[in-house]
């Protein structure tokens, strides 16, 4: 007899609760019956999947092995159900799609506009983050799309990347900033307040070395965020200086409220890409995203990088 849904569903509350009675409670049975459906999986796969102790349960390797497949058979499972209904309510079903931040602030505007006026019935929902927990996401089946970077080679394996574009970095001020109009030196920006991505970012660790380079001391004066919303309002407000790619601040660029200054920091990420889980076959509505994200590409960056 092959695992059941309700196996795996039960299997993914013992592995986060790590106990069977709050596992039994979230899974809306008694706990001799988790007991009992427990025991059916582990004879079901002829390994030990928790080892018990008075305290709860710990996974075993063989359940982290499991762990990874459940959540992705459980979630497209549920996203399956999700089509099906919008199927039978007459809508063209539905797409996930994660990105960083440069991509998703014109990349993926863009290509998600193209297919609404095409097809304005297909649900498109969207996340923005840092590349690591996306692609952990897709991985997991919450995600159909990832516009970002592979972080961890390990994944290659499971992943097809697609490389679109690098991102340089130009240092970003508000239009009066104080260094507007000079001339430049590298420890001049060591004297302002800066917005810097979060301590465990790649961009982050870039930054550490470039600042080191350069022989410039880390300010003191640090705004830890990677929400492109606050960064604007705070570099709108006050003399904070920050880094980031000329295209995702565009807009404040081409109104004159933000101004690239005329100092290069050699700030540069690796390419990001379109990504794709490798055994995730995409539903009609994701292939029609996945078009719009290719052909949206070829249009903004024309020379893909090598």
């Known amino acids: 007899m092959p695992l059941k849904t309700r196996h795996l569903q039960l299997f993914a509350q013992l592995y986060e609760h790590r106990s069977v009675m709050h596992a039994a409670t979230a899974a809306n049975m008694t706990q001799p019956a988790a007991s009992k459906l427990l025991a059916e999986m582990e004879n079901l796969l002829g390994v030990p999947l928790f080892e018990r102790h008075a305290r709860g349960i710990d996974p075993t390797l063989y359940a982290d092995a499991l762990a990874r497949r459940a959540r992705s058979a459980l979630s497209e499972l549920e996203r399956a159900r999700d089509e099906i209904r919008m199927l039978r309510h007459g809508r063209l079903g539905q797409a996930a799609i ?19 006026q095409a097809a304005p019935d297909i649900l498109i929902r969207v996340e923005m983050d840092a590349s690591r927990p996306l692609v952990a996401k897709l991985l997991e089946g919450r995600l159909d799309i990832v516009i970002g970077r592979i972080m961890d080679p390990e994944l290659g394996a499971d992943l097809e990347f697609e490389a679109l574009a690098d991102e340089p970095h130009a240092v970003i ?16 920006l060591a004297g302002f307040g800066w917005i810097m991505p979060p301590d465990s970012s790649m961009l982050r660790a870039r930054l550490g070395a470039v600042f080191l380079d350069h022989g410039m001391p880390w300010p003191q004066n640090v705004i830890e965020t990677s929400a492109l919303p606050v960064i604007t309002a705070l570099l709108g407000d006050a003399d904070f200086l920050t880094t980031l790619p000329a295209r995702s601040v565009a807009p404040y660029l081409t109104s004159g409220q933000l101004v690239v200054l005329p100092i290069d920091l050699g700030v540069r990420m690796d390419d990001f890409g379109i990504i794709r889980a490798r055994h995730q076959r995409l539903s009609p509505a994701a292939e029609r995203v996945l078009d719009a994200l ?10 893909p990088t090598e």
């Open 98 to 116: 994660g990105t960083v931040v440069n991509p998703g602030t014109n990349l993926v505007p863009k290509a998600i506009a193209a297919v609404k």
């Open 173 to 188: 001020a508000r239009a009066g900033h104080p260094l507007v109009g000079s001339r430049i030196r590298y420890e001049d």
């Open 294 to 303: 290719r052909k949206v590409a070829r249009e903004l960056y024309p020379e």
